[in-house]
């Protein structure tokens, strides 16, 4: 029953991919906002349901969830510090270390794509904007349950997603600029230390 079990997740999971690998080749090529669902089926050899099935909307053929999934670390970081961390210390740790794999060749090849689908895709633009307003909202109520009153919860809030969002910016200009090496990482990481670092002490006078 188990190896059942195991080859089904198998067939789940490598189905899951091929849908993937289709809809990225699809949008890289003609752009996301061109391609329809019925092509990313036909492309991945599947039916219309089946790509539902594993990707409730377009969007999340591209997004793949991967960006809720990196925006809900965030926010366990922050939510599941050890004892003494401060929050903003504890998202400065998670979004400094989190700079370290733009050095990854396959990183920098997921960046590249990413970047230019989503600059030509005013709806996955909306999309990444709407996420993100959800994360801020979020943080801000982590803060708040921590003792910070409303103001301040939303501005705290909406200061560290800012350095975030200026840090995926950031990356992706130089990535689609042709320079991602070490020196990006380090140059990057040392800058966002900096910033969040000079956003902690000015919330916590």
Do not use: C
């Not at 960046?111 to 633009?125: E, H, K, M, N, Q």
């Not at 840090?167 to 200009?173: F, G, K, L, N, Y």
Request: glycine share 6%; no cysteine; proline share 3%.
């Amino acid at each position: 029953m188990k190896a059942v079990d195991g080859l089904r997740a198998r067939k789940k999971r490598e189905t899951r991919e091929r849908i993937a690998a289709a809809a990225r080749e699809l949008f890289v090529a003609h752009g996301f906002d061109e391609v329809t669902v019925v092509e990313v089926a036909r492309a991945a050899q599947v039916s219309e349901a089946t790509v539902f099935n594993y990707f409730p909307t377009k969007d999340d053929l591209f997004f793949g969830g991967g960006l809720e999934q990196f925006q809900a670390a965030t926010l366990a970081t922050v939510r599941d510090r050890p004892p003494g961390e401060s929050a903003i210390a504890a998202f400065r740790r998670f979004t400094v270390a989190n700079v370290a794999h733009t050095a990854d060749p396959g990183a920098v090849e997921l960046i590249t794509t990413a970047a230019r689908v989503v600059d030509g895709s005013p709806s996955l633009r909306a999309h990444e904007r709407e996420i993100v307003a959800a994360t801020t909202d979020a943080l801000a109520g982590l803060l708040q349950s921590d003792g910070s009153d409303r103001l301040a919860a939303w501005a705290i809030a909406n200061a560290l997603i800012g350095v975030q969002r200026a840090i995926v910016a950031e990356i992706r200009t130089e990535v689609l600029a042709g320079r991602h090496s070490p020196k990006l990482v380090a140059r990057v990481q040392r800058e966002a230390a900096t910033l969040l670092a000079q956003l902690e002490t000015a919330f916590t006078r």
